[in-house]
């Protein structure tokens, strides 16, 4: 199941596009990783049909946006390159090579969870092997929950082909009028609103849970739906559409809501870029099909397992605890607590880092809860770019409008995938009195911040929070993230300037300590590599750690090769797409990298510069980040680079999340030259970063009580081997 090696020599110049991994194949490769998760058996079996899921369901995303942008290239005939010299056609070759590849895993994968399913004694049963008492209580379930939402749509000169939405499976029918001795064709689209896998009641004394198909008891039942003709031939298909939303020229803000609404509305009827069909489907109809929806030979796949896989995650019943997870209940930070949970005293007393999802979101709930019932609370700034569809933070700041407060919303609508809520978030907070923000017609604003003002001593006094992710209170139980709250008044001004850079383009002439993208986020990063680089130099230790989502950028990746070929040694963590070569000879052989796949999905980004003392060291600067990096991060988007200063914070960031991060080698895979990956071997010492985070508690949260208390095993940094190890306290 392990990617084979791509073969490719080691570029011999520093300018050979070869020096690059290709953007698309790279995050392929972490999608085979996400689907090596599914087929590991150290993995819990429901977890393994999660990973699963999650597999299909980014492959899903990356067909209906980043390929379908290639191929409006292609068709477009641009002649645009990549960054590893591939025109859009060689592009599309490529990347339709490495989707093969991982569709025939998944498929692998998924026999093998059926397998282990039925095993576990969870059943995915055809109608054909059920008992008379089941195939009963299954055509009552059929009459009273499924039969009126179906609507079957005969094609005929009178009748078009119907539209099928984005992501739609639906069954093609022919038909034979038994009565008039004609056939017909007719779509049957499988309503989204009802479960792909419908649960049949237990037997008694029996613990096995079984599971229907919809399409199967559809095909069972199709004689309720059309009494009077003969089934000849059955199958499903389903379309992939174009799901990028391309809005061009400026617009006031209240013309770009409208001109999102409308945008929205092109997504679910976009070109179809995949039409995937069941292999029992027979020919003429598959010819049929790609007739009737206009789809070239190269757009067809044909599957002979689910279509729709990540639908599989349904299967995942939570009684059956013994197959999921153990339950992690996250931590609420003690110091808060011992300040009677006033955020502000604990804020004001020292900085706070709260690293999710160990601990809990609640905080930055109740950090805001606080500021809107606050009377000496002035005013509310905050960023939105995804959140959660019942979100408490949306509330909580609808209720401090109401209550009088200034509240201010960046509301970002062009959050792929979540322009509809944010729309809706927008309404409802101007109706509540908020002031709603909608930014950058040619930026996205991706920071995440939240600025509070005070007034406290006859004086104004700000409180802010940096985050690396969403204010989303269901995603930070499963992200990995950092939440930074101070009252630093130069980050604090820092913060003003951005919201005031914003709201009224109000653009500063210098921050005091953020780098801010697209302004000096960019060139910041380039100096502290320069920095890095001259303390090579020098003959003093130079060193860069980074934790990150994504290493893109042309631009920062060839800055990286030069500091490794002056002798700067860097580590690195990248989740997934990764565009960098490490360990080439005379290239990048001071730069190591890796990724970690888990329990946990990592978000946060961390850098650090050793800054003439290597890694860790008490006078390293550290700093965390919304961005990656990317071009549209460093370019294109609002981000923010945020200094870590405080002591407690600093070692916390430093010498307990980075360390345990490069110390991980249960869920780690180590990025080879060629860019495939290979999984850490856990043979001499077996650890989880995320079991460390989940059973030990944060330095900066802990509290005085806990200070007190043994504290967990420390973990150090051998600089010259380049490993961490466990030293107990």
Request: charge should be neutral; glycine fraction near 4%; include cysteine.
């Amino acid at each position: 199941m392990h990617e084979q090696p791509i073969t490719m020599q080691p570029p011999p110049l520093r300018e050979d596009p070869r020096r690059f991994i290709n953007r698309e194949v790279s995050w392929l490769a972490f999608d085979r990783r996400v689907i090596e998760e599914a087929a590991n058996p150290r993995q819990p079996l429901l977890e393994r049909v999660r990973f699963l899921a999650i597999s299909a369901s980014n492959l899903d995303e990356f067909m209906a946006v980043r390929v379908a942008s290639i191929e409006a290239q292609h068709a477009g005939r641009l002649n645009i390159k990549t960054d590893d010299n591939l025109t859009p056609r060689q592009h599309l070759a490529v990347i339709d090579e490495h989707v093969t590849h991982l569709l025939t895993d998944q498929r692998t994968v998924w026999f093998d969870l059926y397998r282990d399913l039925v095993q576990a004694g969870i059943h995915i049963l055809d109608p054909q092997e059920l008992s008379p008492g089941d195939l009963k209580w299954l055509e009552n379930y059929f009459h009273d929950n499924i039969f009126l939402a179906l609507t079957p749509l005969a094609i005929d000169p009178s009748h078009p082909f119907p539209f099928i939405p984005n992501g739609g499976v639906a069954l093609a029918l022919h038909l034979r009028d038994k009565q008039r001795k004609q056939t017909i064709n007719v779509i049957l689209p499988l309503p989204l609103q009802i479960p792909r896998f419908i649960r049949l009641p237990a037997h008694e004394d029996d613990s096995v849970i079984r599971f229907v198909m919809l399409e199967a008891v559809l095909k069972q039942f199709l004689h309720f739906l059309f009494p009077l003709s003969e089934i000849m031939a059955a199958g499903e298909f389903r379309v992939l559409r174009d799901s990028e939303i391309r809005v061009t020229g400026a617009a006031e803000a209240d013309d770009l809501m409208h001109t999102y609404e409308s945008a929205l509305k092109t997504r679910y009827r976009g070109a179809i870029i995949r039409l995937s069909m069941a292999n029992t489907m027979p020919g003429e109809m598959r010819e049929f099909l790609a007739e009737q929806l206009d789809v070239s030979p190269e757009k067809i796949v044909i599957r002979s397992s689910i279509l729709r896989l990540a639908d599989v995650r349904q299967l995942i019943v939570p009684e059956r605890t013994d197959l999921l997870y153990p339950p992690y209940e996250p931590r609420f930070p003690e110091r808060i607590r011992e300040f009677n949970g006033d955020c502000f005293a604990a804020i004001t007393h020292k900085d706070i880092i709260v690293h999710h999802p160990y601990e809990s979101f609640d905080v930055v709930l109740q950090f805001l809860r606080q500021a809107a019932a606050d009377p000496n609370v002035v005013a509310i700034k905050q960023t939105l770019y995804r959140t959660s569809k019942d979100s408490p933070i949306v509330q909580a700041l609808i209720e401090a409008a109401q209550a009088g407060k200034a509240v201010t919303a960046m509301v970002e609508l062009k959050a792929r995938f979540d322009e509809e809520a944010n729309i809706r978030w927008a309404r409802d907070l101007e109706h509540a009195g908020a002031q709603v923000v909608f930014g950058f017609m040619d930026l996205k604003t991706h920071a995440k911040m939240t600025l509070i003002v005070r007034r406290e001593n006859n004086a104004l006094r700000s409180y802010v929070h940096f985050g690396t992710g969403n204010y989303h209170h269901e995603t930070a139980r499963i992200y990995t993230d950092l939440s930074y709250f101070t009252s630093d008044q130069a980050l604090c001004n820092d913060a003003a300037a951005m919201f005031n850079y914003m709201t009224g383009y109000a653009k500063p002439e210098s921050f005091k300590k953020l780098a801010v993208a697209p302004l000096t986020l960019r060139k910041t990063l380039v100096k502290l590599i320069d920095e890095e680089i001259a303390h090579a130099k020098a003959g003093k230790p130079a060193q860069i750690w980074a934790k990150l989502n994504a290493l893109v950028d042309p631009g920062i990746i060839d800055k990286l090769y030069e500091a490794s070929c002056a002798g700067v040694h860097i580590d690195m963590i990248v989740r997934g797409a990764c565009c960098l070569r490490p360990g080439v000879p005379e290239l990048s052989e001071n730069i190591r990298i890796k990724s970690i796949v888990g329990r946990f999905l990592e978000h946060s980004r961390i850098v650090a510069f050793g800054a003439g003392h290597g890694l860790p060291h008490d006078n390293a600067k550290v700093f965390i980040s919304s961005a990656d990096w990317m071009p549209r991060n460093l370019d294109r988007r609002i981000e923010t680079l945020v200094p870590i200063e405080n002591t407690t914070v600093h070692q916390q960031v430093l010498d307990q999340i980075m360390v345990a991060n490069f110390k991980d080698t249960r869920q780690s895979w180590d990025m080879q030259p060629d860019g495939s990956y290979r999984r850490a071997d856990s043979s001499e010492e077996d650890f989880s970063a995320h079991d460390y985070f989940m059973t030990n508690p944060s330095l900066s949260g802990r509290g005085a009580n806990l200070a007190k208390k043994s504290l967990p095993p420390r973990l150090k940094y051998q600089r010259k081997t380049r490993k961490p190890v466990v030293k107990e306290n």
